[in-house]
């Protein structure tokens, strides 16, 4: 059975940075691609990032600076480092397998809440 069990969201201040995980099992996630998505409220899925069995990575429009997405293979994690958060950061982050265009085909886990307010 696939799980993807997402972990280390909460309430941040504007400005400062969060890590939040994802822990897999169930699939050989060292030859997985592995996304994060957000879904702000009142919004649809946005997707955020992608790495892949290469360590490559690619990210959403203007993301790509503040936010770092990586894995463990070893622990069979993907990882979301966020910094200079925003308000419109703002968002349940879910993890999903797959990358930019297989994501919305693929498991995705119960996610995460972030709040970013002062």
């Known amino acids: 059975e696939v799980q993807l069990v997402e972990s280390g969201g909460g309430l941040v201040q504007p400005g400062g940075s969060l890590t939040i995980s994802c822990t897999t099992s169930?699939?050989?996630?060292?030859?997985?691609?592995m996304s994060w998505v957000r879904q702000a409220p009142g919004k649809g899925l946005e997707w955020v990032a992608a790495?892949?069995?290469?360590?490559?990575?690619n990210y959403g429009n203007s993301l790509r600076a503040r936010f770092n997405i990586s894995r463990d293979n070893t622990k069979n994690t993907v990882y979301l480092h966020m910094s200079n958060l925003k308000p419109e950061d703002t968002a349940v982050y879910y993890c999903?397998?797959?990358?930019?265009?297989?994501?919305?085909?693929?498991?995705r886990g119960q996610g995460t809440q972030v709040t970013v307010s002062s």
């Open positions: 999903a397998r797959g990358g930019l265009t297989t994501w919305s085909q693929g498991s």
């Open positions: 169930g699939f050989t996630f060292s030859s997985s691609a």
């Open positions: 790495i892949y069995s290469d360590r490559s990575t």
